[in-house]
């Protein structure tokens, strides 16, 4: 028997059911949810940071979903958090100059 203790995706029991083997399941509270999304998060982000190319794409999409419901959580979605960044692009900049603050004087 392998442990994995971790959040995935909806259709990984079948996927394993599929390749012979019995997933052991339960299904999240609210507040257990909120706190396994935010591990996926940190999860996501450690493979985003070890990857590159295609491979850090898919990273990029996992992370993307994990953050889609933390989202959802808060009773927003992808659409209202893309308009806050742009406020904030529009306030703030972005990242196109790859400016690096090294000290204030």
Do not use: C, W
């Not at 909806?10 to 339960?26: A, F, R, V, Y």
């Not at 806050?84 to 004087?105: M, P, Q, T």
């Amino acid at each position: 028997m392998q442990k994995y203790d971790k959040l995935v995706r909806d259709k990984i029991p079948l996927i394993i059911t599929k390749n012979g083997e019995k997933p052991i399941i339960k299904i999240l509270n609210d507040k257990d949810f909120k706190h396994e999304l935010e591990k996926k998060l940190y999860e996501e982000y450690q493979e985003v940071i070890n990857s590159e190319g295609t491979e850090r794409l898919e990273e990029l999409a996992d992370m993307l979903e994990v953050i889609k419901y933390l989202a959802k959580i808060e009773k927003s979605d992808l659409n209202e958090i893309l308009k806050i960044a742009e406020k904030k692009n529009e306030k703030k900049g972005s990242f196109n100059n790859k400016i690096f603050l090294e000290e204030v004087d």
